[in-house]
C-alpha cells in the first residue's frame, strides 16, 4: 500500500536525485516522471520534456510554482538542467504551463512544441516565437494551424486530441473555456517504442482508435475533466500489453480532485493492471530499447 497523508491522499514515492548524465546520449530510450504530469524522454540523446514543473519557492514546506505545497521534492533542480531539444506543452493550467519552470527552460533555447493559445502563453513569457512551434491536433478546427506533426533527432512528435473545458464547472468564475484547439495530448514515436501522452482529457473516441502503442502516461486523477477511474480503465483495457506510467496524483497537497488518485486502485482495475503497471518516482527511469523494456544498468 502506497503512503497517504493523514486526509487519506495517496503521495508518489520517493524521489530519485537525476544527475546531468541522465540527459546524454542515450543507445535506448528513457522515460522519467518528474511529478504530477511532467515528463523526461530521453531517446538516444534526445530529450523531450513534457508539462515540466520544476520550481520551488523558498520556505518550509516547500511549495511549487502553483502555490501548493510539495509533498514530493522534484527530482531535479533546473539550474542542474545541461541541455534541453524540445519541450511540450499540453495546455496552459499553471500545474502543466509552469511560468517560472517556463522562463527559466527558455534560456536553455529549446525548441517549444504546443497548441496555438500556448505558444501565445509562451511568447508573453518571453520565448522567442521562431523557437515556438504550434499545431492543432488533428480533427479540431484548423483555425492557426502549422501541422501536428514535428520531427526531434530521432522522434516523431505528434499532436493528439485533448477534451478538457473544465472552467464549466463554473464559467462565471473561471472565464475563458478550453476548446479543442487549445488542448492537446502527443504521441511520441522512437526508435525503441510508440509513448502516449493523453495530457488532461476526457475519455475521447480516438482514444479508442490508438494502436500500436508501447507506454500510455496513465492519469490517475478522478476528476470529471480528466480520464476519471473509468476513464482510465477503458482506454488501459482497449490499449493490451501497453505498460501503464500513472501519473498526475502524490505530488502536491491539495484535496482538488485534479491533485487526488491511488494508482493501485486504478491498476487493480485493469485487466492485468499490476503486471502491466510502472509505479515510478519522480526521477526513476524505464527504460526500453528495440521496444523491449530492459533493467537499469
Known sequence: MMQQTSNGQCIAPAAKKMSSGDFGVTGDTRLYWL????????????????????????GVPPISETGLELLNPWPIDLADLPRVDAVLYTHTDTDHLGPETAQALIKLDPIFISTVYCKEKLTELGASPVRCLSGVPASTPRRGKNGNSFDIGSAKIELLPADHPWQLSDPEKYGRIFGPEDCCGYKITTQDGVFVFPG?????????????????????????YHLGIEGAVVLANHLEDVLLVPCHYGTFKSDNTAHTGDPEVILGKIRNGINRGRILAPGEPLILKDGKEISPA
Not at 488532461?200 to 470529471?224: E, G, I, Q, W
Open 200 to 224: 488532461d482529457t476526457r475519455l475521447m473516441k480516438h482514444h479508442l482508435d490508438l494502436r500500436n502503442v508501447t507506454v500510455l502516461a496513465l492519469d490517475v486523477s478522478v476528476n470529471p
Open 35 to 58: 511529478g504530477q504530469a511532467g515528463f523526461v524522454l530521453n531517446t538516444r540523446g534526445a530529450v523531450v520534456l513534457l508539462d515540466p514543473l520544476l520550481v520551488t519557492r523558498p
